[in-house]
């Protein structure tokens, strides 16, 4: 069965400091991999996904994130924050089998952003 | 930019009442799915329906659970006598395509009914 692992349950950053949010994921295939966002009372938000290909993707609002097949990881980065990237994200893993075409969700990790 | 949306934002209901959430995909869309996310737990896959039946469902969607789409444009959840613990928020979300390979695209959310039950 697939998984996802949000190490960090809440991250305090500083406004333009860098961003390192962690997520771990078990699948017995290639997966497809995203992360989301969402922000109070607000649904959720397609930040980035990868497919296949170039390892190192881009997303909206300045982020990325980078799929490492040998440590079982998509972090997803941002070099400098922004006051209204305080939300919570969600890494997600997906398949191509019919059992696996929902996603899995990982817990979430909080980004609180200092002034 | 297109977008799914779903009502009602917020639904207040009696334990034993049946509820339906009413969701508008993306109007090219073919697959649709409910997820729900109860306070401070993970998002969590519910059901999914494809060419007007249900094509995956996970254990939580029990004989209380049903979905539909009704016409061309809407997609229902209905919880038939609602629990306690059914109190979330609950995503639908659509994807456009189903590949060769089985997999349907990225998956777009609405932005969510918060379901209480008293």
């Known amino acids: 069965a697939q998984s996802v692992t949000q190490p960090d349950i809440h991250i305090t950053v500083s406004e333009g400091a860098s961003l390192e949010l962690r997520c771990n994921y078990s699948?017995?295939?290639?997966?497809?991999l995203f992360w989301y966002v969402q922000s109070p009372g607000q649904g959720l938000q397609l930040l980035l996904k990868?497919?296949?290909?170039?390892?190192l993707v881009q997303g909206i609002k300045g982020f990325e994130a980078e799929f490492k097949r040998s440590q079982s990881s998509f972090n997803l980065r941002k070099p400098s924050v922004h006051w209204s990237d305080a939300a919570e994200y969600f890494c997600a893993v997906g398949g191509v089998s019919s059992s696996a075409r929902q996603l899995t969700f990982g817990s979430g990790t909080q980004l609180t952003v200092l002034p | 930019e297109p977008e799914v949306t779903q009502t009602p934002s917020h639904q207040v209901t009696q334990m034993g009442q049946e509820v339906i959430l009413r969701c508008v995909p993306i109007s090219n869309h073919l697959y649709f799915y409910w997820y729900r996310q109860i306070l401070g737990q993970k998002v969590e896959f519910l059901v999914s329906?494809?060419?007007?039946?249900?094509?995956?469902k996970s254990e939580i969607f029990d004989d209380q659970f049903s979905v539909e789409r009704p016409d061309g444009s809407n997609f229902t959840l209905k919880i038939r006598s609602t629990k306690l613990e059914d109190s979330a928020m609950y995503f639908c979300?659509?994807?456009?395509?189903?590949?060769?390979?089985?997999?349907?695209?990225?998956?777009?959310f609405g932005p969510g009914t918060r379901l209480t039950v008293l």
């Open positions: 979300a659509s994807t456009p395509i189903v590949t060769r390979q089985g997999w349907t695209d990225t998956q777009y």
């Open positions: 990868y497919f296949s290909g170039d390892t």
């Open positions: 329906f494809y060419n007007n039946e249900i094509s995956e």
């Open positions: 699948y017995g295939a290639t997966p497809y």
